[in-house]
């Protein structure tokens, strides 16, 4: 592929496509018109001499050659911004790390890395963003961002079938839990069983889009009772506190749990764990990346040691 004839406007446009899922998406968050991106990303095909994107109901997939174009994109984009940077009199990006977050990760793990990150090597600087898990995946592969911390659920398969294969590496495994106002009758108990949550009023995440049901106990046999919708997960536990309704959270918040609320175990049924995991492509791993992923790492075995404040 000749770059020569394609310009940095083109590979940016295909690169939000790829990291957004669609064209309409991509069109709202570069503020183009949807005509505008179908014209970028056809001077991009007719460029590459082939088709680089697989239009399906539900979005677009890259073609084989729309894998080669993105990698070579994102190092392209990412040349020309470091270029403009260090014209404009900023730091290049040789110190930076961009990172990707669950919310799961973001009220304890996260915090507790960056701040052990700051204290050792304060030269390095970590942008970050949340995000689900398939956004977060679609980041990766775009090349917006360097690593993710990814959630996964059983029968823990990998998070997409794209090549090459995500390097993946398991941070935490724990049980999933349940928090209830601490003035509940399911209070007076450290572990209830299944039947127990017939009838109770949920705290949940929204379920449109590629969201799940987040904050209901799996596979519940009655239909739930939703009183109330929450993306955030501290949102959610402050609801728990004053006594809103009940929702499931991962062990990995129980650090961050408020005032007013108990969490509990649950028996029966399958078992219910959850991992976070942390990701990143395959290739060399620059040296900033490594004390990022150093420190995540240390902050997660710390976190998974009783006794450990």
């Not at 209901?216 to 919708?229: K, M, N, Q, S, Y």
């Not at 955030?232 to 309704?245: E, N």
């Not at 028996?267 to 040296?287: C, D, H, N, S, V």
């Amino acid at each position: 592929m000749d770059y020569t004839d394609v310009s940095p406007t083109a590979l940016r446009v295909f690169r939000e496509i790829a990291e957004r899922g669609t064209f309409t998406a991509a069109a709202v968050a570069l503020g183009y018109t949807q005509s505008a991106v179908s014209r970028q990303v056809a001077s991009l095909e007719k460029a590459a001499q082939a088709p680089l994107l697989e239009r399906r109901r539900e979005g677009v997939r890259l073609t084989p050659a729309g894998q080669v174009v993105l990698r070579s994109a994102a190092r392209v984009l990412d040349e020309l911004d470091s270029t403009a940077r260090e014209l404009a009199g900023l730091p290049v990006s040789g110190g930076t790390v961009r990172l990707g977050w669950i919310p799961s990760a973001g009220a304890v793990l996260l915090p507790r890395a960056l701040g052990a990150l700051r204290r050792s090597h304060p030269a390095i600087s970590v942008t970050s963003r949340e995000g689900t898990t398939p956004t977060l995946v679609r980041a990766l592969r775009s090349g917006t961002i360097d690593l993710a911390l990814l959630a996964s659920a059983p029968p823990f398969r990998p998070p997409d079938l794209e090549t090459p294969a995500l390097k993946l590496q398991t941070l935490t495994e724990r049980s999933l839990r349940l928090a209830v106002p601490a003035g509940h009758p399911l209070a007076a108990y450290d572990e209830v069983g299944v039947d127990d949550l017939r009838g109770q009023r949920w705290i949940a995440g929204p379920s449109a889009g590629e969201d799940k049901l987040m904050g209901v106990w799996p596979g519940l046999d009655e239909r739930p009772e939703i009183a109330h919708t929450a993306r955030d997960w501290l949102a959610k536990l402050h609801l728990v506190a004053a006594g809103a309704g009940i929702t499931t959270l991962s062990e990995s918040l129980v650090d961050a749990v408020p005032a007013g609320v108990r969490v509990l175990s649950v028996r029966g049924g399958p078992q219910e764990l959850r991992r976070i995991l942390l990701a990143r492509l395959p290739g060399p791993i620059p040296e900033p990346a490594k004390l990022l992923i150093g420190a995540i790492r240390t902050a997660s075995h710390e976190l998974s040691t009783p006794g450990d404040a």
